[in-house]
């Protein structure tokens, strides 16, 4: 299965900057339509931001993500993927956005994908080639359906040094299923629609308590054991 040519944006009575303000489908952008670079991305409408993953609006939710793997804490298992949010970076030489501070709600983007994991409304999901994934495409830019988010929350980053804003994002059941990289560079085959991954993302762990906490935790417990004592020597 080779991948699908790009696809020209076709005029209509939709303008290229409001078509990229709908949710959903984008007109002249069917799945699998694949831009060689970001900038034509940005030029077809389909994610009007030219460096932020995340394009939306902070009333309305998010209409589309690029999932580009310039994140270390992205995971992308096809049908659901564990998305960061943006903020808080540098841009490193490999291309990588180190973190450098904490991630905010008060970000445009992170709020918009927030505000979508309330409303449910759907959001484009656009795979970048250099996303460590069977699922990312050998080249280029490819548009990959339709997600909701699921669940939005802050946690620790992998190096545990800061906050970042953290989305489980779900494909919408009923569309063609994604496509994987074969072993020979160019080809895809089709992936299941349905496949159970061990590795997929889970609840957020609590945040580390400071030493105060701690110390009132076991306080309380050894309380609580006293109390528990007493009880049963009265018993």
């Known amino acids: 299965m080779k991948e699908a040519s790009t696809k020209s944006y076709r005029k209509g009575g939709v303008s290229r900057t409001k078509a990229a303000r709908l949710f959903g489908e984008h007109p ?33 939710g998010a209409f589309s993500i690029v999932v580009s793997g310039q994140y270390k804490d992205d995971k992308d298992y096809g049908d659901t993927i564990l998305y960061t949010g943006s903020g808080g970076h540098k841009q490193e030489s490999n291309g990588m956005r180190e973190q450098v501070e904490d991630q905010q709600w008060t970000d445009l983007g ?24 069977k699922f990312a495409p050998w080249e280029g830019f490819r548009y990959d359906g339709l997600y909701t988010c699921k669940r939005a929350w802050r946690e620790w980053n992998r190096d545990r040094h800061y906050l970042i804003c953290r989305y489980v994002m779900e494909r919408i ?10 072993s020979i560079f160019g080809l895809y085959q089709s992936s299941p629609t349905s496949v159970v991954n061990s590795d997929a993302p889970q609840p957020p762990a609590p945040v580390p308590l400071n030493a105060r906490q701690r110390l009132r935790l076991e306080r309380q417990r050894s309380l609580e054991n006293m109390q528990s004592f007493l009880c049963k020597s009265s018993c």
């Not at 994908?113 to 080639?129: D, Q």
């Not at 059941?173 to 074969?182: A, D, E, I, N, V």
Request: net charge positive.
């Open 173 to 182: 059941p009923g569309q063609s299923p994604l496509r994987c990289r074969s």
């Open 110 to 133: 992170n709020e918009a994908l927030r505000i979508s994991s309330e409303t449910g409304k759907p959001v484009r999901v656009i795979r970048g080639h250099e996303l460590e994934s």
């Open 28 to 60: 002249g952008a069917p799945y699998g339509t694949t831009w060689k670079t970001r900038t034509e991305c940005f030029d077809a409408g389909v994610h009007r931001q030219m460096e932020p993953g995340i394009h939306g609006d902070k009333d309305k």
